[in-house]
């Protein structure tokens, strides 16, 4: 799926400084357009459903609404917007709270603004996004609780894996179904169905565990 030629943005942080950075930043992308910002979770709220952006970049620590209550209450007004955490923090338990309640990526405010803006553009393919520091932090959070909870693939059907493995490789639902020839809606019931028998709450937790676990579109997976 190609990116559209600009793709409206608004960002919600409360620190004004962060927000003109980032702001310059995306002036810098032929691809980006801002259309607004927001200094609180309450207002970043009524900003997405009033604008409908296609990005939204969130803050996790803000004052008032956090990130993450702001996050589960933009997944709750059904937008359609990508959402990615910008954020200082890279404890575990973010990170994992954060891709739990929906977020789409999850980027570190230290990285270098080239970096950080590729990785924004990199987003809109419809690719999951989080800092390279810390797949690795994810993928152990997620692989200490896997064997907690015994979790194994065992269950799934092989339309199952199959639509796993192209998780682990960041695709889209819309490319999903166009890679295996199935309806989209098709798609999100098997995806469903996996995160249910998997006991994962979110597509970019199961992608990171698959990724961990060596599975690919094409290749079979532990057993």
Known sequence: ?????????????????????????????DQLHLIGEASSGEEGLELARALEPDLILLDLNMRGMSGIETLRALREADLAARIL???VSDAADDLVAAIRAGADGYLLKDM????????????????IVISESLNGLLARSLRDEAQAAERSLAPLTDRERDILGCLASGLSNKLIARDLNIAEGTVKVHIKNLLKKLKFRSRLEAAVWAIDQNLRPGTPGPR
Not at 16 to 24: A, C, D, I, N, T
Request: glycine share 4%; net charge negative.
């Open 85 to 87: 955490i910008l954020t």
């Open 1 to 29: 799926m190609n990116a559209p030629a600009t793709t409206s943005v608004i960002i919600i942080d409360d620190h004004p400084l962060f927000r003109k950075g980032v702001s310059q930043l995306i002036a810098l992308s």
């Open 112 to 127: 270098e603004p080239e970096e950080l803006l590729a990785r924004i553009v990199e987003a809109l393919s419809g690719r």
